[in-house]
T-cell receptor, first 114, second 114 residues
Framework: GEDVEQSLFLSVREGDSSVINCTYT??????LYWYKQEPGAGLQLLTY?????DMKQDQRLTVLLNKKDKHLSLRIADTQTGDSAIYFC??????????????FGTGTRLKVLA | EAQVTQNPRYLITVTGKKLTVTCSQN?????MSWYRQDPGLGLRQIYY???????DKGDVPEGYKVSRKEKRNFPLILESPSPNQTSLYFC?????????????FGSGTRLTVV
């Protein structure tokens, strides 16, 4: 079945790099996404990667995809206190019905220590 | 501004009293969805809609109803709320389930059923 797994918590010091990991099960996924949820707010799309890519860089964000191991990671360089939030990994998975569905992970709460 | 608007943001109600949470999007998106977010469980899909008058159950539909009479609106109805429906609810819309767009989320509705 479909499943997206993440660790629940991560704590880093300001200025260090953060790496948030995610594993997924559906090999048919075409796109994988990272969302950020700040306190009291909805989820906001941070970045995405197409399944035929290994890496995507966007300013301080680097997404790495290991399709063989079904492992996705988000690296945040020079982590700031404003990066403290919950980060969700998601995949766009093909269903038996022929339609696609977004499957979300449980979210990783990132705490940045000053 | 392109957005998904949910109302109300906070709601406290009593068991059995029917309620409706409204959701509206101004992006002409065909796909809309409702999720609930609970600690340690991530986001679970309640119902979704592929287009006007086309709705289907998600992973946790029991106790909920939806309707899609117009493209922009997708209300969530709890006919007889129970305490186990206390949760944070999100409405989301998307132009496509397989593309780079991901979801646009509303700001959330925190519901407490006593």
């Amino acid at each position: 079945g479909e499943d997206v797994e993440q660790s629940l918590f991560l704590s880093v010091r300001e200025g260090d790099s953060s790496v948030i990991n995610c594993t997924y099960t559906d090999s048919s996924s075409t796109y994988l996404y990272w969302y950020k949820q700040e306190p009291g707010a909805g989820l906001q799309l941070l970045t995405y990667i197409f399944s035929n890519m290994d890496m995507k860089q966007d300013q301080r964000l680097t997404v790495l995809l290991n399709k063989k191991d079904k492992h996705l990671s988000l690296r945040i360089a020079d982590t700031q206190t404003g990066d403290s939030a919950i980060y969700f990994c998601a995949e766009s998975a093909l269903q038996a019905s022929g339609t696609y569905k977004y499957i979300f992970g449980t979210g990783t709460r990132l705490k940045v220590l000053a | 501004e392109a957005q998904v608007t949910q109302n109300p943001r906070y709601l406290i109600t009593v068991t059995g009293k029917k309620l409706t949470v409204t959701c509206s999007q101004n992006m002409n998106h065909e796909y809309m969805s409702w999720y609930r977010q609970d600690p340690g469980l991530g986001l679970r899909q309640i119902y979704y809609s592929m287009n006007v008058e086309v709705t289907d159950k998600g992973d946790v539909p029991e106790g909920y109803k939806v309707s899609r009479k117009e493209k922009r609106n997708f209300p969530l109805i709890l006919e007889s709320p129970s305490p186990n429906q206390t949760s944070l609810y999100f409405c989301a819309s998307s132009l496509s389930l397989t593309g780079v767009y991901g979801y646009t989320f509303g700001s959330g509705t925190r519901l407490t059923v006593v």
